[in-house]
């Protein structure tokens, strides 16, 4: 074992920044979301319009994200920015949320996609057990959560080709959707507005199945630590990657919808592969196997950033402690990897996970328009505290309004959802006072046997301070 001290290292540069948003924005939402937004929006020219409106809204908020990322330069994300404005409960909330929800069933959702990918197209006329799949997304978690364990700078190196891969496939969707339309395909945008729904829970829908797509933008964040000089490359990562998320949605869903059209966009389960069939020719094989390595790479992601959200708070208290140690020999949070694992596994066990999605969304919506609203509230409370990059205010203003706006169209359209959500995060409240605020002695004790016993285990260490 070498004299290096315990801490997370930095090793992350801009290509890889931009890899991590890519890959975990790239995942499985543009395969699974146009569906949703052409149903709710009721048009060709409405769901494009939803499109575009999601990545400005997107591109906002991670304007925002730069600020904040460069302001308060420590790894956590969100759950470091609402601590550090509105203090550690609502802090804690947002942990308990995310680690025993929203971050384990997206695990799942993605993992469970790409299960499907995969199986389909080897088995296309034979049923799948649905224990198949589960079970073939379990291995794949467990597999990502070893590879970011064992070694971080060959996760992100791989991300790196993930973030090619998917960037290849989407091309291939454009560029088959530009030379369909130039062979005259373009009956369907004629009268695209044919059709438009004028319900408002509908379109806030809409918005909430494009917003799920473009989530992801604020994960760089959380790993603000690793990367060398993050007063310039997570800026410059947001500005690279936003753009380009927002003009390669909206030309891949051109794309769908020319070659498709909305009947065909509505009808499909596997939007990608419908797609190849009808336009790509010989290359129909290989869009299975190009999806499921976006979803793979966006799992990966995932599962490296969300670790580090679960790192920060129990370095903080808030969480126990062996989740803020690690392993003195890769420099990884592999307790924190490991938790979440085994969380993310007990999501696979619900057959429907529909009622879930809603839930995830409208709670994790909450908290990013609170941690964003971080950004005028500490221009408040703390105006000369250094900031490197100061964004004007309309941006964190218009996205804090949209994204509040939004939050309340659930109530009327998904009533259970919200008072589950509601429910799950009050829930925390007396977990907070009881054990993380006072915790008991015989807790506390208990909680110290175990730390030792899994320190043996993972062969890990609290982090060194520098000096």
């Known amino acids: ?55 400005v809204l997107a591109m906002l908020g991670a304007m925002s994200y730069a600020e904040l990322g460069t302001t308060l330069a420590q790894s956590g994300g969100d759950y470091h920015y609402i601590n ?37 197209p080897i088995f296309p006329d034979c049923p799948i057990d649905p224990i198949c799949r589960k079970l073939i997304a379990a291995v794949t978690i467990c597999f990502l959560t070893f590879i970011n364990a064992y070694d971080v700078r060959f996760t992100t190196r791989i991300q790196n080709v993930f973030m090619f891969t998917k960037i290849t496939a989407l091309s291939i969707i454009v560029v088959g959707g530009v030379v369909w339309m130039s062979k005259g395909g ?14 408002v829970s ?56 020319a070659v498709l059209g909305p009947v065909g966009v509505l009808a499909t389960e596997a939007i990608a592969v419908d797609f190849a069939v009808s336009c790509l020719g010989f290359l129909k094989w290989a869009m299975p196997t190009l999806v499921a390595i976006a979803i793979l790479g966006g799992l990966s992601v995932h599962i490296m950033t969300s670790s580090r959200m679960c790192f920060a708070g129990a370095r903080n208290g808030h969480m126990p402690e062996l989740l803020a140690h690690i392993n003195v020999k890769c420099m990884s949070p592999m307790p924190s990897l490991v938790f979440l694992m085994l969380i993310s596994i007990i999501m696979l066990i619900p057959d429907n996970l529909t009622t879930l999605i809603t839930y995830c969304t409208v709670v994790e919506s909450f908290f990013t328009t609170l941690s964003c609203s971080a950004v005028l509230w500490l221009r408040y409370k703390k105006p000369d505290l250094p900031r490197p990059i100061k964004v004007q205010l309309w941006m964190p203003i218009i996205f804090v309004s949209v994204s509040a706006i939004l939050l309340v169209v659930p109530v009327v359209s998904e009533p259970v959802a919200v008072i589950a959500g509601a429910l799950m995060t009050l829930a925390g409240v007396p977990v907070y ?10 807790v506390a004790q208990a909680s110290t046997k175990f730390t030792h016993c899994c320190q043996k285990l993972f062969l890990s260490a609290v982090e060194e301070k520098e000096e």
């Open 1 to 55: 074992m070498s004299d290096e001290k315990v801490k997370m290292r930095k090793q992350l540069g801009l290509l890889e920044g931009v890899a991590i948003i890519l890959g975990i924005i790239f995942g499985s939402g543009i395969f699974i979301s146009p569906k949703e937004v052409l149903e709710k929006t009721g048009s060709v020219w409405g769901a494009l319009s939803v499109w575009a409106s999601c990545g």
């Open 433 to 442: 006072y009881l054990l993380v605020k006072s915790k008991p002695k015989c």
């Open 202 to 257: 509908d379109w806030s829908v809409a918005f909430y199945s494009g917003i799920f797509s473009y989530s992801g933008w604020n994960y760089l964040n959380f790993m603000t630590e690793e990367l060398k000089d993050p007063f310039v490359n997570l800026p410059r990562a947001i500005y690279i990657s936003l753009p380009m998320v927002t003009a390669i949605y909206l030309l891949a869903n051109v794309s769908y919808l």
């Open 84 to 120: 550090e404005a509105y203090g550690p409960l609502p802090a804690f909330l947002y942990l308990w949320d995310a680690n025993l929800v929203f971050v384990p069933s997206t695990n799942a959702i993605m993992s469970l996609t790409f299960a499907n990918n995969i199986l389909d």
């Open 186 to 199: 373009t009956e369907h945008f004629e009268d695209g507005w044919s059709g438009t729904k004028s319900s």
